[in-house]
Nanobody, 123 residues
């Protein structure tokens, strides 16, 4: 029902910034909570941030709190992750996902996933 395509990843030096985008198909994006997850090579996938359907409520992993900002534009069927003050440990493939509500996403209960975009932070 929903296809998600991430973009905006790349190579950046420590302390730099990147803005990831998650483009959703159709006009149903606003009916889903949206979140970002990441997975480094050989590591488990971890929750990064999530946002409610309305965009009013957000949740962040402690490791990114204060540095990353999740947002969405339902009129554009697009979600975003602004990443500032990046660290080498932020290096991972970042995935966008949507689900029924924010709480479910924080528990990795997602209905649809994107293909991921690589973020590499050099020291």
């Amino acid at each position: 029902q929903v296809q998600l395509v991430e973009s905006g990843g790349g190579l950046v030096q420590a302390g730099g910034s990147l803005r990831l985008s998650c483009a959703a198909s159709g006009r149903t994006f606003g009916t889903y909570a949206m979140g970002w997850f990441r997975q480094a090579p050989g590591k488990e996938r971890e929750f990064v941030a999530a946002i409610s359907r309305s965009g009013i409520i957000t949740s962040y992993a402690d490791s990114v709190k204060g540095r990353f900002t999740i947002s969405r534009d339902n009129a554009k069927n697009t979600g975003y992750l602004q990443m500032n003050r990046l660290k080498p440990e932020d290096t991972a493939v970042y995935y966008c996902a949507v689900g029924g509500e924010l709480g479910a996403l924080t528990r990795y209960d997602c209905d649809y996933w994107g293909q991921g975009t690589q973020v590499t932070v050099s020291s």
